[in-house]
């Protein structure tokens, strides 16, 4: 039970360690950004409900088996992915490089839904706002890849 209370807590701990780490490198403003664009507040917001969403849906994936080796494993990799993203992306700036860091993460989080549909429907199907968040972000990425 403490092992799925915390991997379940692990997408907003790690997402509001990455948001500081990367909070004081973020010029989203002065970047030339492609069409649809959000202004910048709202990552913030999606993001948070998007690692809740992933923590609510890991908690009861594993209602009912705490020792799916293969669900943690992928679970777990694409949070560290994903975590590596915005350090790759506004730390680093290699824009192409996050391109492709996304295009692995859409991979991860396709399969990981895969896994998830397997042990508890609700679970997967609670992912897919992350998918479409992340599909939206590719975009996003690319364009300011090629814009900037």
């Known amino acids: 039970m403490i092992k799925r209370i915390i991997y379940s807590l692990l997408p907003i701990i790690g997402g509001a360690i990455v948001g500081l780490i990367t909070s004081g490198y973020m010029d989203y403003r002065d970047m030339v950004k492609p069409p649809l664009s959000p202004p910048g507040i709202v990552f913030p917001i999606v993001w948070t409900i998007l690692y809740i969403l992933m923590g609510i849906s890991y908690f009861l994936a594993t209602k009912d088996n705490e020792d799916n080796k293969e669900l943690d494993q992928i679970y777990l990799l694409q949070l560290l992915v994903n975590f590596m993203w915005p350090i790759i992306f506004f730390v680093l700036e290699m824009y192409f ?45 690319l364009g300011i890849t090629l814009l900037n």
């Open 97 to 141: 490089t996050a391109f492709l860091w996304i295009i692995l993460l859409l991979i991860l989080v396709i399969v990981m839904i895969k896994e998830l549909l397997k042990v508890n429907k609700i679970s997967g199907y609670l992912q897919i706002p992350y998918l479409i968040w992340l599909l939206f972000a590719t975009y996003l990425n």
